[in-house]
T-cell receptor, first 114, second 118 residues
Framework: DAGITQSPRHKVTETGTPVTLRCHQT?????MYWYRQDPGHGLRLIHY???????DKGEVSDGYSVSRSKTEDFLLTLESATSSQTSVYFC?????????????FGPGTRLTVL | GENVEQHPSTLSVQEGDSAVIKCTYS??????FPWYKQELGKRPQLIID???NVGEKKDQRIAVTLNKTAKHFSLHITETQPEDSAVYFC?????WGAGGTSYGKLTFGQGTILTVHP
């Protein structure tokens, strides 16, 4: 599955606590993305990265920050988790080879904020 | 920004019938349109995609058509099988290779739950 992993796979936390989700790829793809998936909304882009230390906001970025200090890792941080951030989070990668637009998704992280 | 609408939200068919899912998009700069299949509890998987320089693409039982003028594209599944049951998502983006700066960001439709009854 395109050498992309996410950790943790499941997490339960309490409102107000910080949470960091990790996306790790072994495919040397340039672009990385964080999406959240909620019923009735499909997948919505939170933040994306177009290179090391190069990131930008997506459609639903409020309450989230990201960092990418090396090609392989893209971190998503919820500074102070809220119940509205309960969701399934998917990381995706793209940007290598002739199929450079094709996005490959990680296995997802199910986050519950109580 | 881009807005993608997908219909229907649920679709139930008998095995062997055809299924059609339709999407419309708003941004005329979009030129890449993938379709993803997501089984319960799994990650989305790309099943077919089309670029704006063609009107139709087929891969075995799956086909996608694109009407740039009307800004809509559709997924066609023929001879449906129970294993086709899943949630299907359409998406749109502007390819960065075409000189845009969207960095391949995808805007997704809301999804269609397809159920194929044996």
């Amino acid at each position: 599955d395109a050498g992309i992993t996410q950790s943790p796979r499941h997490k339960v936390t309490e409102t107000g606590t910080p949470v960091t989700l990790r996306c790790h790829q072994t495919e040397n793809h340039r672009y990385m993305y964080w999406y959240r998936q909620d019923p009735g909304h499909g997948l919505r882009l939170i933040h994306y990265s177009y290179g090391v230390k190069d990131t930008d906001k997506g459609e639903v970025s409020d309450g989230y920050s990201v960092s990418r200090s090396k090609t392989e890792d893209f971190l998503l941080t919820l500074e102070s988790a809220t119940s509205s951030q309960t969701s399934v989070y998917f990381c995706a990668i793209s940007g290598r080879g002739s199929r450079d637009n094709e996005q490959f998704f990680g296995p997802g992280t199910r986050l519950t904020v109580l | 920004g881009e807005n993608v609408e997908q219909h229907p939200s649920t679709l139930s068919v008998q095995e062997g019938d055809s299924a059609v899912i339709k999407c419309t998009y708003s941004d005329s700069a979009s030129n890449y349109f993938p379709w993803y299949k997501q089984e319960l509890g799994k990650r989305p998987q790309l099943i077919i995609d089309i670029r704006s320089n063609v009107g139709e693409k087929k891969d075995q039982r799956i086909a996608v058509t694109l009407n740039k003028t009307a800004k809509h594209f559709s997924l066609h599944i023929t001879e449906t099988q129970p294993e086709d049951s899943a949630v299907y998502f359409c998406a749109a983006s502007e390819r960065w290779g075409a000189g845009g700066t969207s960095y391949g960001k995808l805007t997704f439709g809301q999804g269609t739950i397809l159920t194929v009854h044996p």
